[in-house]
């Protein structure tokens, strides 16, 4: 079972600034397997990024996704009030499917 | 556009079955091309993922809770079902509905259902 480990657990940063945030899976994780999900309170999650690097249908381009094997990394390049949620990295691997703890960017 | 939407009672008792129903409309849940999940979210804290149907009836189970789970499709009503056995506290959780591509190399969850709040309690 791949345990993916997330951090930090909450990033306290402003309007504007930047976000970098890491997911650490166990084993290595193939790239086509990594997802990134927005999550606001009262809401599902959001499918941002799929494919480590690829992001979904409407998804704005200061979302990026970077790494490989088993560091994987969602950055937010100019947080805009909207951005401020909970990000979940999903892997998949052997029929089964596994969350982060999650990364919660909260307002400075 | 398809949209998923979750349906069941809001309060189980401990020891019965948990039993849930994702409506699936503006596509057929009978395509080849998707796969159809369950995942859950206790107050306050993360998703874990229940398991997963293809439309061959294939199903998989997260270990933690394979005993337990079955996940059945109705295509008849555009239908997928979640039941869970022998619940506790611990189950208490939204549970949300989501649809995943069968495709290689593709293994994420989009679109999601709105969720549906299930409390286990006498």
């Known amino acids: 079972e791949i345990v993916l480990t997330q951090s930090p657990g909450t990033l306290s940063l402003s309007p504007g600034e930047r976000a970098t945030l890491s997911c650490r899976a166990s084993q290595r994780v193939s790239t086509s397997y990594l997802a990134w999900y927005q999550q606001k309170p009262g809401q599902p999650p959001r499918l941002l990024i799929y494919g480590a690097s690829s992001r979904a249908t409407g998804i704005p381009d200061r979302f990026s996704g970077s790494g490989s094997g088993t560091d994987f990394t969602l950055t937010i390049s100019r947080l805009e009030p909207e951005d401020f949620a909970v990000y979940y990295c999903q892997s998949y691997r052997d029929s089964q499917w596994t969350f982060g703890q999650g990364t919660k960017v909260e307002i400075k | 556009q398809v949209q998923l939407q979750e349906s069941g009672p809001g309060l189980v008792k401990p020891s019965q079955t948990l039993s849930l129903t994702c409506t699936v409309s503006g596509g057929s849940i009978s395509s080849d091309s998707y796969y159809w999940s369950w995942i859950r979210q206790p107050a306050g804290k993360g998703l874990e993922w229940i398991g997963r149907i293809y439309t061959s009836g294939s199903t998989s189970y997260n270990p933690s809770l394979n005993s337990r789970v079955t996940i059945s499709l109705d295509t008849s009503k555009n239908q997928f079902s979640l039941k869970l056995t022998s619940v506790t506290a611990a189950d208490t959780a939204v549970y949300y509905c989501?649809?995943?591509?069968?495709?290689?190399?593709?293994?994420?969850?989009?679109?999601w259902g709105q969720g549906t709040l299930v409390t286990v309690s006498s």
């Open positions: 989501a649809r995943g591509l069968a495709a290689p190399g593709t293994r994420w969850f989009d679109p």
